[in-house]
């Protein structure tokens, strides 16, 4: 039999069963379908975070109190930050140091027109706004001048609360811990991230927060811009044994300070998102397997009910590499058509999950290869041993079978 003639009659066969056909490939389609569609939303959160986090920009790190990232949040470290470590930081005159900005924190109420909320009050220096990077919507940001003045820029979302919707607050004045405050600014963060956060909040001088809102010099954290990412790493070294020798540090002693940056953060970020990303989708592909054994079972009930098919092909001359080859064919299509339909309902997946959650669609075209060629060597593989076993029935016997 020629090629044509066995891929026609194979063709002609799955036909003949199209229901039991569609059951068949739906493992197939599922294993397929989920393994791309986990890939791609994978792949999408990667882009997405990589997208928030460098909204921040990645040319700068930080130094938090405490041996880790959190254990300075809201203060109570041992041995907080103060504005003598930023000053020690700044005076050092590093070459790839292009500034040196410090952050306070409070947790207050603020109040005008006679309502009263709970805020976040950020105490910054000008180079420090800059690093937050709200949009100004109304206003003007904080200025070198405006270091010991009693001005504030105010997050959309806490003017809402206290002015009302729509309004600019711009001039308005607003009471924090008995002290006015006169509004310059309105801000808005447009981070999916962190905009809740910092929407709700209000910055104010780095000095008025510490004298006269917090009561000392202890700081949140401090940020240093550098010139060259390059050297990022070296800088972080070297600002390390400058605080640790400000600090009195003594050798062989942890540190009592913790350094991040961003370029570090996100490779971290992308390396785990990756790493369940290919776990998620391995798990999924165990359904490929349960499709497998549903192609190798359907293989072996068609091998029966056309037995007497087969030693009709036989008496008139089919070889047994054509009977195998029919019946592998059967197994590849079932399982290709199987993998193509998955591929596309995984497409339309991943797509509608990225529309309905506002995250990047990014087609995995990888994946997609992989997918296919998992297909075809599910169907070869399930499919071989009914093949074989049609090819090696004897032509007498299955012309006699009942």
Do not use: C, H
Not at 61 to 68: A, C, M, S
Not at 71 to 87: E, K
């Amino acid at each position: 039999m020629e090629y044509n003639e066995i891929i026609r009659a194979s063709i002609v066969a799955l036909k003949s069963n199209l229901m039991r056909t569609a059951l068949t490939m739906l493992g197939i389609i599922i294993g397929i379908g989920s393994v791309i569609m986990i890939a791609s939303i994978g792949q999408s959160a990667v882009a997405y975070v990589n997208e928030e986090f460098s909204s921040f920009g990645t040319n700068y790190f930080q130094i938090n109190p405490g041996q880790n990232a959190f254990s300075g949040i809201g203060g109570g470290s041992s041995n907080p930050l103060t504005l003598d470590d930023a000053q020690v930081i700044e005076d050092a005159g590093m070459e790839n140091i292009i500034s040196v900005a410090p952050f306070a924190f409070a947790s207050t109420r603020a109040a005008a027109n006679d309502k009263e909320i709970q805020v976040s009050v950020y105490g910054v220096t000008a180079p420090g706004q800059s690093l937050l990077n709200p949009t100004l919507v109304y206003g003007n940001f904080l200025t070198d001048a405006d270091s010991n003045s009693r001005v504030a820029l105010i997050g959309i979302d806490a003017a809402e609360e206290l002015f009302g919707a729509d309004i600019n607050p711009v001039g308005e004045t607003l009471r924090i811990n008995g002290s006015r405050y006169r509004i310059i600014g309105l801000t808005e963060s447009e981070s999916d991230l962190t905009g809740g956060f910092f929407n709700s909040s209000i910055i104010l001088p780095l000095d008025i927060v510490s004298e006269q809102i917090r009561g000392d010099d202890e700081l949140f954290e401090i940020d240093v811009s550098v010139a060259n990412t390059d050297y990022i790493n070296q800088t972080m070294d070297d600002v390390e044994v400058l605080l640790r020798d400000a600090r009195d540090l003594e050798e062989g002693t942890d540190n009592d300070f913790n350094m991040t940056s961003f370029i570090d953060s996100l490779e971290t970020i992308n390396s785990i998102t990756s790493l369940l990303t290919a776990l998620i989708a391995g798990i999924s592909s165990i359904s490929l397997i349960v499709g497998g054994v549903g192609v190798m079972n359907i293989m072996l009930v068609s091998v029966t009910e056309r037995t007497k098919e087969i030693g009709l092909l036989k008496s008139i001359g089919a070889k047994n590499n054509d009977i195998l080859t029919q019946f592998l064919i059967e197994s590849v299509v079932m399982s290709v058509i199987g993998g193509v339909i998955g591929i596309v309902i995984g497409i339309l997946g991943a797509f509608l999950i990225s529309l309905a959650f506002g995250i990047p669609f990014i087609l995995s075209i990888p994946w997609i290869i992989i997918a296919v060629v998992a297909s075809t060597l599910v169907g070869i593989i399930f499919g071989l041993y009914p093949a074989r076993r049609a090819a090696a029935l004897s032509p007498i016997d299955a012309l006699r079978y009942e």
